[in-house]
C-alpha cells in the first residue's frame, strides 16, 4: 500500500544494471554452465514437512534443547541435508519453498539460510520459491531480504543470498523491478509466475483480455521485457518464468513470447507433464527449462503406497526405487535425470 | 509448483467452516466491534527500516550482545514498541511489511512475533502484510505460519497468530481457500489484493478482460464469491480486499462488487486519495473501511523535511506535529482518526 507520504528515497530504481555487469557473470550464464557442467535440469524441491521427515533426519538432529521450533527446525535443516547429500549430485538446483521453513518462525528462517549456505557449498544453485511481490519500499526489501544486504547502525546484515527468487508479476513492472534489480546487481536472477499448474491458474491466468492475448501470454511479455537488458552470452536472460503448462501449445505459445527465459516446470510424471509436452522449453538450449520435483524424491520410498503411483510391471525402474528414502531418493532423481536430459538430446 | 506426486493429504479442503465456527466471532464481526470501541478505522503500519530508527529505540535496545542482525533486531522491535505506545491508541490495527523483518533474518522473524505479540497486548487488531499466494501443500504452509500451528514430533509449533493476512490472488480460488480456510477457523480474514495502488496497476490489474469487465473487477468477484460462507452479524466478511484505487468511481464499481469486503485503503493526504473518494468504502459502515498510514506517522516529526510535505500556513494542524518523534506521531495518527472518522459520520 501506498502512503500518504513518500520519502525522498522511495523511487524505484531504473533497471540500469546489464547482464554481466556482476562478478559472477549473469543468472542467464550461470544457468547454462551449471546445466553443461553437472547434466542435469533437475531441480530439487525442498518441502519439509515436519511430520513426515526421514527417521535419520530425526535421529541426526538429536538433542533436546530448545522448544518445539527449534528441535524441528535442527531436524528439518538435517531432513534437508541428508536429502541433498542423497540427491543433489543428480540436480543442477535446489528450490527451498520459503512457506514450508517460514512456518517455523525464526529457528525455521534460520534452518532456512543453513539449507542454502549447504547447497551452495554443494555447487547448486538456490531458487527461492517465495512468490514474493510487492511495491517500492517493500519490494526493496525482500530485495535484501534475498538477494542484497541492509544497513544497520550496526553493520551490514545480509540476506540469504539465494541465485534466484520466484516472483508474483500481479502488481506490474514497478514491483518487479526492484527485485530484478537486486537479482541482477549479483549475478542472481527471478522466477515470475506466468502460467501455474493449479486448476485455479483458469481462475486469472487463462483469462482472455480484450487485446486478443490471455493474461499468462500479457505476463510473459512483461517477463521478456523485464530480462532484455538481462540477456547473457548464452542467450538467457536473468527474469525467468514458472511455466507449470501441461498443455504442450500454451508451452509453444509462451516459448515464442520469451524466448530468453529460463523456464521452470514441473515434475514429469503421472500427474505432470510428458516429456514431449516440455519441449518447448527447451528451444533455447538444455538450460532452457528447469524441471523441479520433491514429493516424487523424498518420497521415492514409499511409492508404491501413494494412491497416485500404482505399482506397474511396466515400470521396472519404479521398483528400483524401493529402499531406504535416502537410496530411493537418489535412485529416483537419476531417473529422472535422465528422463530430462533426454529430452533436449 | 505441483510435482509429479500428489500425496492423499495434497487435497484442497473444502471452504467448510462458516463464520462464527470461531470462538473468538468472525473476522468482520471482531473489525466491525474493534472499530465502534476504538472509534478509528485508521491502521499503523509498520515498515521499520534499520536505519531511520528512532533514536529512543537504538537506546532502548542497547547492549552489544549478538551481531548486527540480532542487534537491529532488537532495535527494530524497540522502535515498533515506542511507535505503538505513542500511536497505537488512535488506532484500531497495526499492519507489520513482513518484508522489513525478513530481510533481518531469522532475528527479524523473531523481532516480527513480539511485534505481534505487543499489538495483541494493546487489544491492536493485526494485520501481516505479507501478500503471500501459493498452491496446495503451500498455501497450507503459509496458512499454518500465519494463522495456525504446525504439527512436529517436538510437539505444535504456534504461528505468528495475526488477525488478518494480505493475500496474492493470482494463482486462482484453489491458492486461496486454503488460507481463508485457515483464518476462518479462528476468527480471521485475509485481505486479497484488488487493486494496487502503485503505477504498475496498470498493467495487469486495469486491463479489461475480453468479457468486458477489468482484472480488479474479476479479482472483486473472487473476493466476494470466497467471502459469502463468512459474513458475520455486522454484515462483513472474512475476506476483504486491498482496494488502493484513488479515482472514486474505481472504488464505487468495486465496493459494488463486494459489498460485504472489508476495504484496506492507502493514505489519505498530499499523495493518497481525498477523502470524498473513499467514501464508498464506508457504504457497509465504518468499519467497511480500513486507512492505513504508515510513513505519514512515523516520520511525522520530520514532516517538514519532506519534499511532498511542505509547509503550509493554511494547515495549522501539521504544525503540531514537530517535535519529538513520538509526540509527532500521535500528533498526527490523532488527525488522521479523526479525519478519516468524519469521512463515515
Request: aromatic share 4%; proline share 8%; hydrophobic share 45%.
Amino acid at each position: 500500500m501506498a502512503d500518504a507520504v513518500q520519502p525522498v528515497d522511495a523511487a524505484v530504481p531504473p533497471l540500469g544494471t546489464h547482464a554481466g555487469q556482476s562478478e559472477r557473470g549473469s543468472f542467464g550464464d550461470r544457468v547454462a554452465a551449471a546445466v553443461h557442467r553437472r547434466r542435469s535440469q533437475l531441480v530439487l524441491g525442498l518441502d519439509p514437512d515436519p511430520a513426515r521427515l526421514w527417521p535419520a533426519a530425526l535421529e541426526r538432529a538429536g538433542g533436546t534443547e530448545g522448544g518445539p521450533a527449534e528441535r524441528a527446525a535442527r531436524a528439518v535443516a538435517a531432513h534437508c541435508r541428508l536429502l541433498l547429500e542423497a540427491a543433489g549430485d543428480q540436480c543442477v538446483a535446489v528450490k527451498p519453498q520459503v512457506a514450508c521453513f517460514e512456518r517455523l518462525g525464526a529457528p525455521g528462517w534460520a534452518a532456512l539460510s543453513e539449507v542454502v549456505r549447504d547447497a551452495a557449498e554443494q555447487d547448486l544453485l538456490v531458487i527461492a520459491d517465495a512468490k514474493r511481490g510487492d511495491i517500492d519500499i517493500s519490494a526493496r526489501a525482500y530485495g535484501q531480504a534475498f538477494f542484497g544486504h541492509t544497513a544497520t547502525p550496526f553493520g551490514d546484515v545480509e540476506g540469504l543470498g539465494v541465485d534466484c527468487l520466484t516472483v508474483s508479476p500481479l502488481l506490474g513492472r514497478d514491483s518487479l523491478a526492484p527485485l530484478v534489480q537486486a537479482a541482477r546487481e549479483r549475478g542472481s536472477g527471478v522466477l515470475a509466475l506466468v502460467r501455474t499448474s493449479n486448476p485455479g491458474a483458469a481462475d486469472l491466468q487463462d483469462r482472455e483480455l480484450a487485446t486478443g492475448e490471455t493474461v499468462s501470454e500479457a505476463l510473459a511479455a512483461l517477463v521478456d521485457e523485464l530480462g532484455a537488458p538481462g540477456v547473457g552470452a548464452a542467450g538467457l536472460s536473468d527474469v525467468g518464468a514458472v511455466t507449470g503448462a501441461t498443455a504442450p501449445q500454451r508451452l509453444e505459445v509462451l516459448r515464442t513470447i520469451m524466448p530468453r527465459a529460463v523456464m521452470l516446470l514441473p515434475g514429469i510424471g503421472p500427474q505432470g507433464a510428458s516429456g514431449r509436452d516440455l519441449a518447448p522449453a527447451f528451444a533455447p538450449g538444455p538450460a532452457g527449462g528447469l524441471v523441479s520435483a520433491s514429493r516424487a524424491i523424498v518420497y521415492a520410498h514409499e511409492a508404491d503406497r501413494l494412491p497416485s503411483h500404482p505399482p506397474s510391471s511396466s515400470s521396472p525402474s519404479r521398483h528400483s526405487a524401493a529402499g531406504t528414502p535416502s537410496r530411493a531418493a537418489r535412485d529416483e532423481a537419476a531417473r529422472l535425470r535422465e528422463l530430462i536430459w533426454g529430452l533436449y538430446a
